[in-house]
């Protein structure tokens, strides 16, 4: 059964900083792994998709990085503002494009 | 449509009363996916629609627990009998078709508080 686990469950931080959300998950049979932001009270916001043949995929001041093989995806957030302070999910998806989500990592960005 | 909605957004009802929640896909995807984010479950998948027929409903948590997708289109998630552990955000999601890999787009959810 595929588990994902986040690293870590919470963070925070100040303003500028470079940050690092790990991800890890048990059975590397994945179609792809999709990183997602939630506000309070919010859906989901898609941030970044790598499907299991990429290495890693940037958009602006995120890039994630997949490594299937071992089962770990990191999220690299460059140059922390106030406006990324969110819940950070990580998913993987498997067969019948079943998404498995991590319980999540929340940050708080501080000026 | 220009993504995925879902209705109401909100809805409170009794213990026991029966509930229905509805997703309306983009406009041309052919997959429907339903998921549940509790406090103490996180996000967890709940059922899969390719076309009309449900391949996958291993996450519908019990029988009072069902789904249905006429025309290919609409999803009604219809929860019977509901209990205070019911209460949790319901997530729907839509995807071009059931080939592997395929992108997901979520909608706003509706939340769902059971007194």
């Known amino acids: 059964k595929q588990e994902v686990t986040q690293i870590p469950a919470a963070l925070s931080v100040p303003e500028g900083e470079n940050l690092v959300l790990n991800c890890s998950f048990t059975d590397s049979a994945i179609y792809n792994l999709q990183w997602f932001r939630q506000d309070p009270g919010k859906g989901l916001t898609s941030l970044l998709l790598?499907?299991?043949?990429?290495r890693e995929q940037t958009s602006g001041r995120l890039n994630a990085s997949l490594d299937k093989s071992s089962g770990r995806s990191t999220l690299y957030i460059a140059a922390s503002q106030p406006g990324d302070s969110a819940t950070y999910l990580c998913?993987?998806?498997?067969?019948?494009?079943?998404?498995?989500f991590g319980a999540g990592t929340r940050l708080a960005v501080h000026p | 449509g220009a993504g995925v909605s879902q209705s109401p957004s909100n809805k409170v009802t009794e213990k026991g009363k029966d509930v229905e929640l509805r997703c309306d896909p983009i406009?041309?995807?052919?997959?429907l996916y339903w998921y549940r984010q509790s406090l103490g479950q996180g996000l967890e998948f709940l059922i899969y629609?390719?076309?009309?027929?449900?391949?996958?409903k291993s996450g519908l948590p019990s029988d009072r627990f069902s789904a249905e997708r006429t025309g290919g289109s609409v999803s009604t998630l219809t929860i019977q009998r509901t209990q205070q552990e019911d209460s949790a955000v319901y997530l729907c999601?839509?995807?071009?078709?059931?080939?592997?890999?395929?992108?997901?787009?979520f909608g706003p959810g509706t939340r769902l508080t059971v007194t």
């Open positions: 998913a993987v998806m498997s067969g019948y494009n079943k998404l498995i």
């Open positions: 999601a839509s995807s071009l078709d059931g080939a592997g890999g395929r992108e997901q787009y």
């Open positions: 629609f390719q076309g009309n027929s449900a391949p996958d």
């Open positions: 790598i499907q299991s043949s990429q």
């Open positions: 406009s041309g995807h052919t997959a």
